[in-house]
C-alpha cells in the first residue's frame, strides 16, 4: 500500500510560478513511476507530467517548456515546478503512484488556480 500526500496548491496570479508536492509513505520501494495528473471543473482528469524509473520524464503538449517533474533525493517525494502559469491551469493537481504489477494509488488533490 501506497499513501500519497499533495501540497503547494493555491492561487497565483497568470505569468506566476507554483512548486507541488507529493509525499510517498508505505511501500514506497514498490513505486517504479509517479506522475500529476489535473482535472479542471467539468472536464476529464488529464496527465500533466509523469517521471519513470531513470527518471524518464514526459510532459503533456499544453505544459511543455512551463512545468517541470523530479523526484526528491529520498526517492519518496516527487515535485512539480509550475512557470508562467496560465488561467488554463487551474485544477485540481493529483499525485499518482504506479507500483508492478498494476497497482495504482492516488492522492487527495490540492487546488490550483491561476486568476487575477
Known amino acids: 500500500q501506497v499513501q500519497l500526500v499533495e501540497s503547494g496548491g493555491g492561487l497565483v496570479q497568470p505569468g506566476g510560478s507554483l512548486r507541488l508536492s507529493c509525499a510517498a509513505s508505505?511501500?514506497?520501494?514498490?513505486?517504479?513511476?509517479m506522475a500529476w495528473y489535473r482535472q479542471a471543473p467539468g472536464k476529464e482528469r488529464e496527465l500533466v507530467a509523469a517521471?519513470?524509473?531513470?527518471?524518464?520524464?514526459n510532459y503533456a503538449d499544453s505544459v511543455k517548456g512551463r512545468f517541470t517533474i523530479s523526484r526528491g533525493s529520498a526517492k519518496n517525494t516527487v515535485y512539480l515546478q509550475m512557470s508562467s502559469l496560465k488561467p488554463e491551469d487551474t485544477a485540481v493537481y493529483y499525485c499518482?503512484?504506479?507500483?508492478?504489477?498494476?497497482?495504482?494509488?492516488w492522492g487527495q488533490g490540492t487546488q490550483v488556480t491561476v486568476s487575477s
Open positions: 508505505g511501500s514506497i520501494f514498490s513505486i517504479s513511476n
Open positions: 499518482n503512484a504506479f507500483t508492478p504489477p498494476g497497482i495504482i494509488s
Open positions: 517521471i519513470r524509473t531513470g527518471d524518464n520524464t
